[in-house]
């Protein structure tokens, strides 16, 4: 009876270092995996915004400069850069965090073009993040969702839901209460890139009217 009482102690002993060297390996894998994706990042970074900046820097060499143009197309730089921080810095602490980052970038944004802004985080604070990369596309279809709700709806309010749908997927709302997105923006590229975004990561984007006036644009993605 001792002697099986020894046996069974020590084998519960090996049954739990191998789970510690398990987690461990696993922990080290997801941070691999998180290193090649934040690497790749840099280089999308390099190649997209580095290139920007080349040919704004080109273009104010040539004296070919459209100050309205070179405003636009920094602006769409440093907002860029910024999402890519946000997207790398929240990446380990949760999709919640990142969404809370974006939220205090975005605000001053809306509430300068004079916009009452509202942000509601119904997500729970232990959702894991999708990774660096998929982050990053996720918080650029919201910056062009809130961009376009600036720029064309006319509206005085953009308002911005984040909890969970069908099957606990995750749902993300930009809505505005102006007159709505015009055919040239609902069937142009903007729309067309912000889908493509979503869906290399497995999601789905939808346009909707609002009941009481307005544009809603819905984001869907599959949790982790």
């Not at 810095?89 to 974006?102: K, N």
């Not at 890139?193 to 999601?203: D, E, S, V």
Request: hydrophobic share 40%.
């Amino acid at each position: 009876v001792d002697s099986n009482r020894i046996l069974a102690a020590r084998l519960e002993e090996q049954e739990a270092e191998l789970a510690r060297s398990y987690d461990a390996q696993k922990q080290m894998r997801e941070r691999q995996v998180m290193l090649e994706e934040r690497q790749r990042i840099v280089r999308d970074m390099h190649d997209g915004i580095g290139g920007q900046l080349l040919g704004l820097m080109m273009q104010v060499k040539r004296g070919d400069t459209d100050l309205g143009s070179v405003e636009q197309g920094l602006q769409s730089s440093i907002a860029d850069l910024r999402l890519i921080v946000d997207s790398m810095d929240t990446a380990e602490e949760g999709l919640a965090e990142a969404l809370r980052a974006f939220e205090h970038r975005v605000r001053p944004q809306a509430e300068a073009a004079g916009f009452v802004f509202s942000f509601r985080l119904d997500l729970s604070d232990d959702e894991p993040g999708p990774g660096p990369r998929p982050t990053l596309q996720i918080l650029r279809v919201l910056q062009e969702a809130v961009t376009n709700a600036i720029r064309h709806s006319e509206g005085s309010g953009i308002a911005i839901v984040c909890g969970y749908g069908r099957e606990g997927w995750i749902v993300i709302t930009v809505s505005d209460d102006g007159r709505g997105l015009p055919e040239q923006v609902r069937g142009g590229r903007g729309l067309a890139n912000m889908r493509h975004r979503l869906g290399t990561i497995g999601g789905a984007l939808q346009v909707e009217p609002v009941e009481t006036g307005g544009t809603r644009i819905r984001l869907e993605l599959p949790r982790v």
